[in-house]
């Protein structure tokens, strides 16, 4: 069984940056599409980026393309989030979610957090000054 393990958030401040990390184990993430997305209180999860189970494609959503890079490395089962140019705006729970099934990443595509079976505990991210 599949268990994801983020880690990697903490207190920035804004234009910073933080390297997120979602490590697996109980199986090879090289099989599963990836997302990550975010929580605030009293807001539905936001998707924030995704990538294929082949890594040759990936999304990102409206508020964080050209400032999130999202990546895997199979030789250490790990998914990074890459966030650079932090805003206040970006202060959330941070989730990494996994899925076996048919691809769900593509460009321009709406990957919902429904569509995802797996999940992490999540990361907090603080962006203040």
């Known amino acids: 069984q599949l268990h994801l393990v983020e880690s990697g958030g903490g207190l920035v401040q804004p234009g910073g940056s933080l390297r997120l990390s979602c490590e697996a184990s109980g199986s090879t993430l090289d099989t599963y599409e990836i997302g990550w997305f975010r929580q605030t209180p009293g807001k539905e999860r936001e998707g924030v980026s995704c990538i294929s189970r082949t890594s040759d494609i990936t999304d990102y959503g409206n508020s964080v393309k050209g400032r999130f890079t999202i990546s895997r490395d199979n030789a250490k089962n790990t998914v990074y989030l890459q966030m650079n140019s932090l805003k206040p705006e970006d202060t959330a729970v941070y989730y990494c979610?996994?899925?076996?099934?048919?691809?769900?990443?593509?460009?321009?595509?709406?990957?919902?957090?429904?569509?995802?079976?797996?999940w992490g505990q999540g990361t907090q991210v603080i962006v203040s000054s």
């Open positions: 979610a996994a899925d076996w099934g048919p691809p769900l990443c593509s460009v321009g595509g709406t990957w919902s957090p429904d569509e995802f079976a797996s």
